[in-house]
């Protein structure tokens, strides 16, 4: 069968006059339908857990935008609640978690086997999406990778510089490799459930990778998402894997050929001539306007959006933004970026 799907075709390695179009944290607060939705769940955990209420919110964008791909509505710490953490959210500060500092603490979380019975409304989110979804539209399931949510679960929240998450790296490099691998095993797990259930591109964010360096880069960014694609390639030959080391500068270099993801995203840090030189060169790359454009808007949003999409068009391209849309974002500038991509 041909490919009919943008965002499969770019994953596939296809060079397209129009790239796919998506963007991370689309089903989110500058959204007043999402806000609205929200409020109607109660809180964001019990949204994440709503399996119509998440599916409404993933679907809000795609109807409002008609954007190539959708991206399952759920969280990275899910995973942590999972395996036996307790994580709430603080308003207007963020999530908070029991720490693993411990080995006490390490022993005293579920074994990996455990975590379906949590998580089993995320997977009836996906089943839902996969039956409402519109032809043309691609579905995205995710996890963070495993050296972000081990900084939430050691930290027991967000960290500026991921200090705790490093003090233990040094500190009790068994504990934390242990909890490295628990981590690992529940994601391949988790993000096999969402491929049963439907998702049809799976992408692990590791957020906070640009604080990992060198030889530690190696062995906590690249190794586990090396873990994660095979064993997922392994179990669904054909599902594409979207690396995301966010901030990894020069780590991005043969990311995609050390881990086995078929396309690299790229933050805004990162130089559009750089990145075709040294990462498109390998496959596809998605990326990476800077959010903040989706506050200002305006002409500039409209030349930075023209630079990116004729810098990248000579390979493999899915447009997004470097990180996530903020709350403060303009919903009109969403489609004029859309516009702007669309009318190449
Ligand atoms: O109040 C709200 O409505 C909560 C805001 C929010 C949203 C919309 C959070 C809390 N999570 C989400 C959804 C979410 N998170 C998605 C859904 C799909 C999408 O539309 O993109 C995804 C993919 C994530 C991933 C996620 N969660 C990451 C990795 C990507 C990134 O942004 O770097 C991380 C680090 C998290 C943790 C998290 N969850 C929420 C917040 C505010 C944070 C960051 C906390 C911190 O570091 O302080």
Same mark, same amino acid.
């Given at each position: 069968?041909?490919?009919?799907?943008?965002?499969?075709?770019?994953?596939?390695?296809?060079?397209?006059?129009?790239?796919?179009?998506?963007?991370?944290?689309?089903?989110?607060?500058?959204?007043?339908?999402?806000?609205?939705?929200?409020?109607?769940?109660?809180?964001?955990?019990?949204?994440?857990?709503?399996?119509?209420?998440?599916?409404?919110?993933?679907?809000?964008?795609?109807?409002?935008?008609?954007?190539?791909?959708?991206?399952?509505?759920?969280?990275?710490?899910?995973?942590?609640?999972?395996?036996?953490?307790?994580?709430?959210?603080?308003?207007?500060?963020?999530?908070?978690?029991?720490?693993?500092?411990?080995?006490?603490?390490?022993?005293?979380?579920?074994?990996?086997?455990?975590? $379906?019975?949590?998580?089993?409304?995320?997977?009836?989110?996906?089943?839902?999406?996969?039956?409402?979804?519109?032809?043309?539209?691609?579905?995205?399931?995710?996890?963070?990778?495993?050296?972000?949510?081990?900084?939430?679960?050691?930290?027991?929240?967000?960290?500026? #510089?991921?200090?705790?998450?490093?003090?233990?790296?040094?500190?009790?490099?068994?504990?934390?490799?242990?909890?490295?691998?628990?981590?690992?095993?529940?994601?391949?797990?988790?993000?096999?459930?969402?491929?049963? *259930?439907?998702?049809?591109?799976?992408?692990?964010? #590791?957020?906070?990778?640009?604080?990992?360096?060198?030889?530690?880069?190696?062995?906590?960014?690249?190794?586990?998402?090396?873990?994660?694609?095979?064993?997922?390639?392994?179990?669904?030959?054909?599902?594409?894997?979207?690396?995301?080391?966010?901030?990894?500068?020069?780590?991005?270099?043969?990311?995609?050929?050390?881990?086995?993801?078929?396309?690299? *995203?790229?933050?805004?840090?990162?130089?559009?001539?750089?990145?075709?030189?040294?990462?498109?060169?390998?496959?596809?790359?998605?990326?990476?306007?800077?959010?903040?454009?989706?506050?200002?808007?305006?002409?500039?949003?409209?030349?930075?959006?023209?630079?990116?999409?004729?810098?990248?068009?000579?390979?493999?391209?899915?447009?997004?933004?470097? $990180?996530?849309?903020?709350?403060?974002?303009?919903?009109?500038?969403?489609?004029?970026?859309?516009?702007?991509?669309?009318?190449?």
């Amino acid at each position: 069968m041909v490919e009919t799907k943008k965002l499969l075709r770019a994953l596939a390695g296809e060079v397209q006059d129009v790239p796919p179009i998506w963007m991370m944290r689309q089903a989110g607060r500058y959204l007043p339908e999402y806000r609205a939705t929200r409020a109607q769940a109660g809180d964001f955990l019990s949204l994440c857990y709503n399996p119509e209420l998440a599916a409404e919110v993933t679907l809000q964008p795609i109807r409002r935008y008609g954007f190539d791909a959708a991206i399952l509505f759920a969280d990275i710490l899910l995973v942590p609640q999972a395996l036996g953490a307790d994580l709430w959210f603080v308003t207007g500060e963020g999530p908070r978690l029991s720490t693993i500092t411990q080995p006490s603490e390490f022993e005293a979380l579920k074994p990996v086997s455990d975590i $379906h019975e949590t998580l089993s409304p995320i997977y009836e989110t996906v089943r839902i999406l996969s039956r409402e979804l519109p032809a043309e539209t691609t579905l995205i399931g995710f996890a963070g990778a495993p050296w972000t949510v081990a900084t939430y679960m050691i930290a027991g929240r967000g960290t500026p #510089d991921q200090g705790p998450a490093h003090a233990l790296r040094e500190g009790d490099t068994a504990l934390f490799e242990a909890l490295l691998d628990r981590i690992t095993a529940a994601t391949i797990e988790y993000l096999s459930a969402q491929i049963e *259930a439907g998702a049809e591109v799976v992408k692990i964010f #590791d957020s906070w990778a640009g604080s990992l360096k060198g030889e530690a880069f190696q062995k906590y960014a690249v190794e586990p998402c090396r873990v994660i694609t095979q064993a997922i390639k392994a179990r669904h030959p054909g599902i594409p894997v979207i690396g995301f080391p966010r901030e990894a500068g020069e780590g991005y270099v043969g990311f995609a050929g050390a881990t086995g993801v078929d396309c690299v *995203a790229l933050d805004n840090s990162v130089s559009l001539d750089w990145a075709v030189e040294h990462v498109q060169v390998d496959g596809c790359i998605q990326g990476n306007l800077a959010s903040s454009h989706m506050v200002t808007g305006g002409q500039a949003l409209v030349d930075e959006t023209r630079r990116i999409v004729d810098a990248f068009s000579n390979g493999p391209h899915i447009f997004n933004l470097g $990180h996530g849309i903020t709350p403060d974002a303009d919903p009109e500038n969403v489609q004029l970026m859309i516009d702007t991509v669309r009318s190449r």
